[in-house]
């Protein structure tokens, strides 16, 4: 845990000086702090915090229909946008080859920048080594932190999914859990699949894989139910996404059984549910972050050069939300940036 808030703490540290000096350069007559007040009013009042051209940087990102968390991942990414000056576009699909063609229709555009997610990674690697090629500068987020450098990105944002699976199995083991089930939602994304073994890895009691199609809702929660009534063992269920958390918790009351729901991802219901106590933990990943430092980055890159992450993924989670957590995380969850 201590690598991701470092890896945090020094993203935002970079990202403070070079908006306080890019600021101060126009105006040092009025002195360091009042350039920054304008800056912060600037980006409060949508509008653009600096003084570059307006570049266009597109998303193409493997989600669902509903899913909650690429709206937060968006929220971030927009905000971060306004105070860039850069023109925004977002697209998305959870079938591998059509996210390729999507990417392929923003290469076609020749935009300034490209952030993608690498879900499918066999499905991506040709377009984007295309990008790159096209000389795109391209930033992977959320999944693919394994490919990225390989495929030509500049960086990866967002958590280690094995490291994340790794945190859910000791927590697991904390609440002394004996046998769990984990919930994948979409099958061939690589990354769900990392979290599930990773929380294998460290956890000390049994752990079973159940596949459920995430884009029927009532199959989900069936296909849990079924489970749990079959087998009242299972004392611990963990889905993979904030939306599926409900769902669990709806099945778990029609199976009658006293298994504990957790899940990944954070939103407003999330946060609700873990006070309520209807929820154990929730694994933050910090999509808003995502989202904002790889719009941030690519300003930054175009502007100065930067690249963060030495090569390496630049961290934003796994970050272990309770009931103690859920409060203060409340107001944060209900404006759609936690």
């Known amino acids: 845990m201590a ?7 020094a993203t935002s ?7 306080a ?44 229909s509903g899913d909650t968390f690429w709206d937060i991942v968006q929220s971030g990414a927009k905000q ?10 977002y697209a998305n699909s959870d079938e591998g080859q ?52 390989s495929f030509g990105a500049l960086s990866h ?37 990392q979290r599930c073994a990773g929380a294998k890895k460290t956890f000390d009691g049994q752990l ?25 063992s299972i004392d611990a269920v963990v889905t993979l996404g904030a939306p599926f958390a409900d769902t669990a918790v709806k099945a778990k009351e029609s ?10 991802d954070l939103n407003a219901k999330v946060a609700s549910s873990l006070t309520s106590g209807a929820l154990g933990f929730a694994v933050d990943q910090q999509p808003y972050l995502q989202g904002y430092e790889a719009v941030d980055l690519l300003w930054l890159y175009r502007y100065n050069a930067d690249v963060l992450g030495g090569g390496r993924p630049v961290l934003t989670g796994p970050q272990i939300i309770t009931e103690k957590d859920a409060g203060a995380l409340a107001a944060y969850t209900e404006r759609g940036t936690r």
Not at 80 to 89: E, G, Q, R, T, W
Not at 103 to 123: E, F, N
Not at 172 to 181: Q, S
Not at 208 to 232: C, F, H, R, W
Request: aromatic letters at 2%.
């Open 3 to 9: 690598r991701v808030r470092t890896g945090v703490r």
């Open 13 to 19: 540290a970079v990202l403070a000086a070079i908006l």
């Open 21 to 64: 000096a890019s600021v101060l350069a126009g105006c040092s007559s009025t002195g360091g702090k009042r350039a920054e007040e304008r800056a912060q009013q600037a980006a409060a009042q949508g509008r653009a915090a600096v003084d570059t051209p307006e570049w266009t940087v597109a998303m193409v990102t493997h989600s669902g």
């Open 80 to 89: 971060a946008a306004v105070k860039d000056n850069i023109k925004f576009l």
């Open 98 to 149: 059509q996210q390729a063609q999507l990417v392929q229709s923003y290469i076609d555009k020749k935009v300034d920048g490209l952030i993608v997610t690498l879900a499918k990674p066999d499905a991506m690697k040709a377009v984007v080594e295309k990008a790159v090629k096209a000389g795109i500068p391209l930033i992977t987020v959320n999944s693919g932190a394994a490919e990225s450098a």
């Open 157 to 193: 944002i967002g958590q280690d999914e094995t490291i994340a699976g790794e945190a859910v199995g000791d927590e697991l083991d904390k609440r002394g859990k004996k046998k769990a089930l984990c919930v994948i939602h979409e099958q061939g994304n690589v990354g769900h699949e």
């Open 208 to 232: 079973q894989n159940l596949y459920v199609d995430g884009t029927n809702m009532p199959d989900v929660q069936a296909s849990i139910e079924a489970k749990l009534q079959t087998d009242k």
């Open 255 to 264: 199976a009658g059984s006293k298994a504990e729901i957790d899940t990944f």
